[in-house]
């Protein structure tokens, strides 16, 4: 079992950051990939980002590369997203999750363990 919390979430206005955090407990955090994902009210949830378990790959959606940037603290069993140039559709609750087998699951089906999600609202 991974036990996963995340953090960092809060109100900004357009154009503003935030560092979202997920810290993991149980299992051997460094054997996972890790990803981010969002959901919006009323739209199904969408992949943000992904980074290897090594921290050696990444992989973003489009809507968000150039602005976001997820890294990994292996030491830490901390997973980190950078938010920069925000705008107000990044507005979404952010999971983070575990996946023991792929670094990229664009639809989420295989990531094993999930966070409880931390909300984000950007204002325009």
């Given amino acids: 079992q991974v036990q996963l919390v995340e953090s960092g979430g809060g109100l900004v206005q357009a154009g503003g950051s935030l560092r979202l955090s997920c810290v993991a407990s149980g299992r ?10 969002r959901q919006a009210p009323g739209k199904e949830r969408e992949f943000v980002a992904a980074i290897r378990w090594s921290g050696g790959n990444t992989h973003y959606a489009d809507s968000v590369k ?5 890294s990994r ?5 901390t997973v980190f997203l950078q938010m920069n140039s925000l705008k ?3 507005t979404a609750v ?3 999750a575990a996946d023991p087998i792929y670094y990229i699951d664009l639809a ?5 363990y999930w966070g409880p999600g931390t909300q984000v609202t950007v204002s325009s």
Avoid: L, P, V
């Fill in 66 to 70: 150039g602005r976001f940037t997820i």
């Fill in 28 to 37: 051997t955090f460094s054997s996972f990939h890790m990803g981010w994902f």
């Fill in 73 to 77: 603290d292996n030491a830490k069993n």
């Fill in 88 to 90: 107000a559709e990044d």
């Fill in 94 to 96: 952010y999971y983070c």
């Fill in 108 to 112: 989420g089906s295989g990531y094993d």
